[in-house]
């Protein structure tokens, strides 16, 4: 399973426009992306709700996921990869919001 670890930078965390930056960026994927802090379960990170709801404040870590299941096909793991690499980019460099 690809993942990526990175560090919400927001100083309000992942909540309102921070949120809605991100959810938008994994939406435009196209994958199933998963966001989870530590011991704590994986939300959907296309549901605006459940990435708001989930208390990704600044300067926790989470771990970004894409399930092997969805892996093959036209879709290969570097990509998947790369994805999520942007993904967790973007996390970090929204320290002025």
Same mark, same amino acid.
């Given at each position: 399973m690809?993942?990526?670890?990175?560090?919400v930078k927001a100083?309000?965390?992942?909540?309102a426009?921070?949120?809605?930056?991100?959810?938008?960026?994994?939406?435009?994927? #196209?994958?199933?992306v998963?966001?989870?802090? +530590?011991? &704590?379960?994986?939300?959907?990170?296309?549901? !605006? *709700?459940?990435?708001?709801?989930?208390?990704?404040h600044?300067?926790?870590?989470?771990?970004?996921?894409v399930?092997?299941?969805v892996? #093959?096909g036209?879709?290969?793991?570097?990509? +998947?990869? &790369?994805?999520?690499?942007s993904?967790g980019e !973007? *996390?970090?460099?929204?320290?002025?919001s």
């Amino acid at each position: 399973m690809p993942v990526q670890k990175a560090v919400v930078k927001a100083s309000v965390g992942l909540h309102a426009r921070p949120a809605a930056v991100f959810v938008r960026a994994v939406t435009e994927t #196209g994958l199933p992306v998963t966001i989870a802090k +530590a011991g &704590d379960p994986h939300v959907d990170a296309r549901s !605006l *709700l459940q990435v708001m709801t989930a208390d990704f404040h600044q300067g926790c870590e989470v771990e970004l996921s894409v399930s092997d299941a969805v892996l #093959g096909g036209t879709l290969s793991r570097q990509e +998947a990869e &790369d994805a999520l690499r942007s993904l967790g980019e !973007l *996390l970090e460099s929204q320290g002025a919001s």
